[in-house]
């Protein structure tokens, strides 16, 4: 078999400048965040069933998954949206969607590089808030979703 050919297209890569997301609260009225850290997680638990091999070895013959977790951890700067978001910086949990958007200025004219759906999630506070003298003070939010997020390269929005 032979080596496929393949080429690398530079302009097919994400170099992220900055991020957006829109959390609307259930009940509530949007609060859109800008930030440089959006990470996106994702767990996929399956469940093999395994069968001896010709070599006697037991090996899968399937694989199904059976659990999938995404999330999507925020790094936070403006404390007021924080606050709008847990009415109050202590955090908690909140019901609601979001969308987030990735924002390449080298690709699609600095137009959207990423995008997800609108995803029902949860949001919370990951951790506590950094109140560090003379540094800007941050959080993480985790947006944990309630039903599939699917990201698509987007260079329309």
């Known amino acids: 078999m032979a080596i496929p050919t393949a080429t690398f297209d530079e302009t097919k890569t994400i170099i992220p400048q900055k991020s957006f997301i829109e959390f609307t609260p259930t009940g ?3 609060v859109d965040l800008v930030g440089k850290l959006a990470d996106y997680n994702q767990t996929l638990t399956t469940l093999m069933r395994k069968v001896p091999a010709a070599d006697g070895l037991l090996r899968p013959d399937r694989n ?3 659990e999938h ?3 999507i ?3 936070a700067e403006d404390m007021d949206k924080v606050s709008t978001i847990f009415g109050g910086l202590q955090g908690g949990l ?6 987030l958007w990735v924002v390449d200025p080298d690709d699609a004219s600095t137009k959207c590089a990423v995008k997800s759906n ?3 999630c949860t949001v919370e506070l990951d951790g506590g808030i950094n109140f ?3 540094k800007l003070s941050t959080c993480k939010i985790k947006f944990v ?11 329309t929005a």
Do not use: H, M, R, Y
């Not at 909140?94 to 969308?99: D, L």
């Not at 979703?145 to 260079?155: F, G, Q, R, S, Y």
């Open 64 to 66: 199904v998954p059976i």
């Open 94 to 99: 909140v019901k609601g969607t979001a969308e």
């Open 145 to 155: 979703a309630l039903e599939k997020i699917v990201l698509t390269p987007d260079a």
């Open 28 to 30: 509530g009225s949007a």
């Open 73 to 75: 951890v925020w790094e």
């Open 132 to 134: 560090e003298t003379a």
């Open 69 to 71: 977790e995404q999330s």
């Open 118 to 120: 609108v995803f029902n």
